[in-house]
């Protein structure tokens, strides 16, 4: 007997199909028959006869609904139900093939889209139908461990596909892990009431206990403030609110600090500059910490007139004294060595003191003391001169050489020749000493000729200048004595009778006696 049902699945357009693996489960409460794979799940609710089991023989695809969807149409055949599957409490997997028509129209590899060649082949995942090349699709797994086949998955379902144990300790059941957790959820034994007495749910698999403890309401949890106390779920928010010791409050007497809650008091006690003190002058009153100055200074009972004529606390009679009364004697800063200042007096005894530091009022820039300043203007190279030349001008002292030298209309031109402008008073000196054109006397031969002139003299014109001999010897003497010197040369060149040729008069005789023209 042969019933067919349509199922439909809507899906991407995919441009092949190929072998799939999925899973049957019959719960006999409802007849309910779901299907899994590892891409999809789906569920039949028809009624089917307890001693009958489907199973997929053949499929067909029917182009619908333009060019994105496909409709998979599955005939399902009526097989007798294993004897396993008879007894009406229990829920088992049997192992469904749906054998997809394979096509030859993949171009690429489906998951690292490289092109099918004679050398890269077709394969089919079993688990979800898609053609993958050899190194994509080379793991091999057992899809249901019933029919134990072992059957070519890609890279990509390899994960989803693996036969996996339910986690719940004493269930013993296995699927793959794309189906695990509706085995946990629907159909594991293995469960039971909240064991923390919460009323979200009325059993709970064993297996979830651990994910069901992250919402359960009387699950005791560490406190996050860190205090180490355990509150359940639903206390916390009360707890970080009201009772935890590290919760952060404000000050009591509103200072406006921010701290935990297991501070407050010492804070309050110690700390606070709100918290209440007895006066320090001993008037009995309680005032604010951060107050007590502004009390000593200006209601305190306790304060004293000084003689200065302010009333002062007697904690601050000694500091005032010393540090702040306008009546305290003091010594003069620029070290003067006057005694008794008062301090409303200092200021006055500084501005006229003679030892204070001032700057040159003429404009050196140089600092002394006020009593030195007199006697510096005496000698300060800025102070203002009369010209030495009597021209009349006042010119600064550090100035007045060049004027006298360049600028003074007092100046007379040189009487011997050279053209400069000399002041009077140096003109003797200028002409004794400096002028280019004065006389002077050669000191070797004792001509008289200009002080310009004299070096070239000596060098190329003085009978009496020392030179070397011209003929190498090393000999020297004055210009006049070197023709004596000359004739008796030992490096006085010769010339030889037979050749020609010049020697000096040292070696020509030993020449004439080996010369190769030499008569014989």
Known sequence: ???????????????????????????????????????????????????????????????????????????????????????????????????????????????????????????????????????????????????????????????????????????????????LDYHIDIECKMRGPCPYGCNIVESIPTARLKKHEEICPEYPITCPLYCATKIKRRLISKHEKEECPRRIVFCLLDCGMKMEAQKIDSHTNNDCKNRLVPCIEGCRNEIKFCDQTEHSTKSCLMRKQCGCGILLPPSMKTNHESNQCILRIVSCSFGCGTLNIKFKDL?????????????????????????????????????????????????????ILSHENDSCSKRVICSIGCGKKIPPSKLINHQTKDCPRRSVICDACGYNTQYQLISNHKSTSCPERIISCPNNCNFKCSFIKMKDHEDQCPNKPEQCMYCSRMYPSSSLQTHLANCPQRPT
């Open 1 to 179: 007997m042969c019933f067919s049902f349509i199922i439909f699945k809507y899906f991407k357009m995919q441009e092949t199909a190929a072998a799939a693996a999925v899973e049957w489960r019959y719960e006999t409460s409802g007849g309910k028959w779901t299907l899994f794979s590892a891409s999809d799940s789906l569920i039949l609710e028809n009624k089917f006869d307890e001693k009958q089991i489907f199973h997929s023989s053949s499929m067909d695809y029917c182009k619908t609904f333009g060019n994105e969807y496909k409709i998979d149409v599955v005939t399902l055949k009526m097989e007798p139900v294993p004897s396993s599957l008879t007894s009406p409490s229990t829920t088992k997997i049997v192992p469904i093939r749906i054998r997809r028509r394979v096509t030859n129209e993949a171009p690429n590899c489906k998951i690292c889209s490289k092109s099918f060649t004679l050398f890269r082949r077709r394969h089919n995942c079993s688990a979800c139908g898609n053609v993958v090349c050899g190194d994509c699709g080379s793991h091999r797994v057992v899809l249901c461990e019933i029919a134990k086949e072992i059957e070519r998955v890609c890279s990509s379902c390899v994960d989803q596909v693996k036969i996996l144990p339910c986690p719940a300790s004493g269930c013993g059941y296995r699927t793959m892990s794309r189906a």
């Open 347 to 399: 200021q006055s005894h500084q501005s006229n003191c003679l030892f204070r530091q001032v700057l040159c009022d003429i404009g050196c820039g140089k600092k002394m003391k006020l009593k030195d300043l007199t006697s510096h203007e005496g000698v300060c190279d800025r102070r203002l001169v009369y010209c030495n030349e009597g021209c009349g001008n006042q010119i600064k002292f550090k100035d």
